[in-house]
């Protein structure tokens, strides 16, 4: 009866309705809270207790340049995709259904396909000898390869392609929601396709485009093998500085210091979309 349960969930000490959540609550905890905490602890801890791995992450030009060309890459990747994505996810989310999920389909089917192979795809499409350059040179569209592997381009290139998915996905259920008979009135009062665009089509989607800038954004803070196979040692990221730090040099305290400040960076980010998807919905926006 409701009435034992409430009493019971208040000798426990919970809240009433929270026995239920309990071993998922305990399952978090396992498997998040404790190896945050385990790596908060070391950071402060090894070699010696202190704030010394903190000092010296800030403290060094090199940390704090592979700190911002993290930021850089993650904020081109994330830029860049959308652009990319956007008119893939309006054509999805206006063509024929039976057609359209053949096309999703194949975007999934990206997804499920291994990414160590697609990044070696993409070293051999983007090498000086590579289909991309001879093509561009047979064409007459360039004389010299182009230099598009071990630079920013070249990590752009493979980590753009790899998102892609995570911003469609998001993009095309926010773009069918809209009614396409705010685009016909739009079109019927005289407004062109880029007035309607600029005006009607991009405020209503900016949720889809937060939310899928935000997973891009974030899961490029931290992705590894790409830009390490696509990139050079002068973009390198905090990710490939982590490892390097904790299998090169065994610096578990350095490494796990780096971690947890790309992790409060991320749930940083996390909160103040939330914060601003909130106060959006509070003044009545979509």
């Known amino acids: 009866m409701p009435g034992n349960s409430l009493s019971r969930s208040s000798v426990a ?21 404790v190896p945050v905490v385990a ?7 090894d ?8 000092a010296a992450l800030f403290g ?20 860049v995709t959308i652009v990319g994505a956007f008119p ?22 990206s997804m499920w396909t291994n990414l160590l192979t697609r990044t070696y795809a993409w070293m051999v499409l983007l090498q000086r000898t590579g289909v991309i350059n001879r093509a ?3 064409l007459g569209i360039i004389q010299e390869p182009l230099p598009l592997i071990n630079n920013l381009a070249g990590v752009t290139i493979g ?12 993009l095309v259920g926010t773009l069918r ?13 005289g407004a062109s396709q880029f007035e309607a665009f600029r005006r009607i089509l991009l405020p209503l989607s900016l949720p889809g485009i937060a939310a899928g800038g935000l997973m891009v954004f974030v899961m490029s803070l931290g992705y590894f093998v790409t830009p390490a196979l696509l990139g050079g040692t002068s973009n390198m990221m905090l990710a490939e500085m982590i490892a390097q730090t904790v299998q090169s040099l065994l610096n578990w305290g350095l490494g796990s210091a780096a971690a947890f400040v790309l992790l409060a960076v991320t749930m940083a980010l996390y909160a103040i979309q939330l914060r601003l998807v909130g106060a959006r919905r509070a003044g009545g926006g979509l």
């Open 136 to 138: 561009l040179i047979g």
């Open 88 to 109: 893939v996810a309006w054509m999805l989310a206006i063509m024929p259904p039976a057609m359209g999920s053949i096309v999703f389909g194949i975007i999934i089917l």
């Open 13 to 33: 000490g919970l809240p009433a309705g929270t026995g239920g959540a309990l071993p998922a609550l305990m399952l978090v905890g396992l498997f998040f809270i």
């Open 177 to 189: 929601a809209i009614d396409p008979m705010t685009l016909r009135a739009a079109a019927l009062c």
């Open 60 to 79: 060094s030009g090199t940390y704090v340049r592979v700190f911002l060309n993290t930021f850089l890459v993650a904020s081109v990747v994330t830029a």
């Open 47 to 54: 070699p010696e207790p202190g704030l010394q791995n903190y």
């Open 39 to 45: 790596l908060l602890l070391r950071s402060v801890t």
């Open 159 to 170: 980590m753009v392609y790899i998102m892609l998915p995570f911003m469609i996905l998001p």
